[in-house]
């Protein structure tokens, strides 16, 4: 176990919806990262955020946000949703903003597996 | 801006010694480079991080050549339980943040 926990765990829903992903990070843990991982695909790294505040954008849709509470637990909003977003959605936090320079590890959820029908 | 790369697949067997290398031609002065695993379907997990020259933890030796600009990840005497997909992470080095390498998905067999 972690510590990072993610929910829902499974997710189905219609092309044009909205949803919802929830991330507690390991407590003490300051910065939280996003990533989608695709069908048989790499991670595909999002969006990071560290107490609270947008650190680095990666490949990040319009149609998703993400923000991160006083409390530290983060959300990342999809909208518009295609097919093409089905996937697994990866919450990691870390200690510090692992950055160059930075060493330190990221602690991964079990993920929320989206699925657009 | 080229990305973090690695092999595709590697196929070994039980018992033997198993190199992965990981390529990140543009990585910064000040970035480590942090391997991890992840099994299908669950999270990645740490494995071993360095920054120069070598470093070996219970699981996994990391060695890092001068110019910083590859790595290789070596998992002594890999068992079937060692089959997963295994990344390399380089903060700044695959052009955009804290984007993993490819991946290389390693196969032990009997």
């Not at chain 1, 044009?16 to 990533?35: A, E, I, K, M, N």
């Not at chain 2, 092999?7 to 992965?20: L, R, T």
């Not at chain 2, 060692?82 to 490819?102: E, Q, S």
Request: proline share 4%; net charge neutral.
């Amino acid at each position: 176990d972690s510590g990072v926990t993610q929910t829902p765990k499974h997710l189905i829903t219609a092309t044009g919806q909205r949803v919802t992903l929830r991330c507690s990070p390991r407590s003490g843990d300051l910065s939280v990262y996003w990533y989608q991982q695709s069908l048989d695909q790499g991670l595909q790294f999002l969006i990071q955020y560290y107490n609270g505040e947008e650190r680095a954008k990666g490949n990040i849709l319009e149609r998703f946000s993400a923000q991160q509470f006083p409390d530290l637990h983060s959300e990342l909003n999809l909208s518009s949703l295609e097919l093409g977003d089905s996937a697994l959605y990866f919450c990691a936090s870390s200690v510090l903003s692992l950055r160059a320079g930075f060493a330190g590890e990221l602690f991964f959820g079990e993920g929320s597996r989206l699925t657009v029908l | 801006l080229a990305k973090t790369t690695q092999p595709i697949s590697m196929d070994s067997y039980e018992g033997q010694e198993v190199n992965i290398t990981c390529n990140h031609n543009n990585i910064a002065t000040n970035d480590y480079i942090t391997w991890y695993q992840q099994f299908p379907s669950q999270g990645p997990r740490f494995i071993i991080q360095g920054y120069k020259t070598k470093v070996t933890n219970e699981v996994a030796s990391l060695f890092i050549p001068a110019d910083r600009k590859s790595s290789t990840l070596s998992l002594p005497r890999v068992s079937l339980s060692d089959t997963a997909v295994y990344y390399c992470l380089v903060p700044t080095g695959g052009g955009n943040k804290l984007t993993f390498g490819t991946g290389t998905q390693l196969k032990v067999e009997l």
